[in-house]
């Protein structure tokens, strides 16, 4: 008896054809593979968006000792940490949070919340490096040139990733 070989395209179609049993599974089965991809993805996202957060520490750190003067009011202080955030999202979103909030107000969160993979990637080396650079006394106009170049290699490093490609 002569083997018979079809493309995996055509089998399933003819298959499907013969059977609603089998298409009805098939189409689960791909449902069910999409899913299991798409939470694969997510998670992978919650992970590094979590080492961000747990990484802004680092960051915190040196601001609360080198540029934080202790006869300021809270509110001086809260203005003082979020000069610094907007200093990250300046070089690497190319936005402050506010100008973020204003252009997506029907969004919640903040524009850390939307960054890609790669972003947020980038985004915690960028908070070790201006940790880094506030330690050294660098004025916050020189750090904002150095995190932009570093933000710039960086992300087109990662973009061009197979690694990273991969993992999508």
Same mark, same amino acid.
């Given at each position: 008896?002569?083997?018979?070989?079809?493309? *995996?395209?055509?089998? &399933?179609? &003819? @298959?499907?054809?013969?059977?609603?049993? &089998?298409?009805?599974?098939? $189409?689960?089965? &791909? /449902?069910?593979?999409? %899913?299991?991809?798409?939470?694969?993805?997510?998670?992978?996202?919650?992970? +590094?968006?979590? $080492?961000?957060?747990?990484?802004?520490?680092?960051?915190?750190?040196?601001? *609360?000792?080198?540029?934080?003067?202790?006869?300021?009011?809270?509110?001086?202080?809260?203005?003082?940490? @979020?000069?610094?955030?907007?200093?990250?999202?300046?070089?690497?979103?190319?936005?402050?949070?506010?100008?973020?909030? %204003?252009?997506?107000?029907? *969004?919640?969160?903040?524009?850390?919340?939307?960054?890609?993979?790669?972003?947020?990637?980038?985004?915690?080396?960028?908070?070790?490096?201006?940790?880094?650079? $506030?330690?050294?006394?660098?004025? /916050?106009?020189?750090?904002?040139?150095?995190?932009? +170049?570093?933000?710039?290699? /960086?992300?087109?490093?990662?973009?061009?990733? *197979?690694? $990273?490609?991969?993992?999508?």
């Amino acid at each position: 008896m002569a083997a018979l070989f079809a493309h *995996k395209d055509i089998a &399933f179609e &003819f @298959a499907s054809w013969l059977s609603a049993e &089998f298409k009805f599974y098939l $189409i689960k089965e &791909f /449902q069910r593979l999409k %899913d299991d991809e798409s939470s694969r993805n997510q998670l992978e996202w919650d992970m +590094q968006r979590t $080492i961000s957060k747990i990484n802004y520490q680092i960051h915190t750190d040196p601001i *609360k000792e080198n540029l934080i003067a202790k006869e300021i009011t809270r509110q001086q202080t809260s203005y003082v940490y @979020a000069n610094e955030a907007d200093l990250l999202n300046v070089t690497l979103f190319g936005i402050t949070a506010k100008e973020w909030r %204003d252009g997506h107000s029907g *969004k919640t969160g903040n524009i850390r919340d939307y960054a890609t993979l790669e972003q947020l990637v980038v985004l915690s080396n960028m908070e070790s490096i201006n940790a880094l650079l $506030i330690e050294r006394g660098l004025p /916050q106009g020189e750090r904002l040139l150095r995190l932009n +170049q570093v933000a710039i290699t /960086q992300m087109k490093s990662l973009i061009e990733s *197979k690694a $990273i490609k991969r993992l999508k």
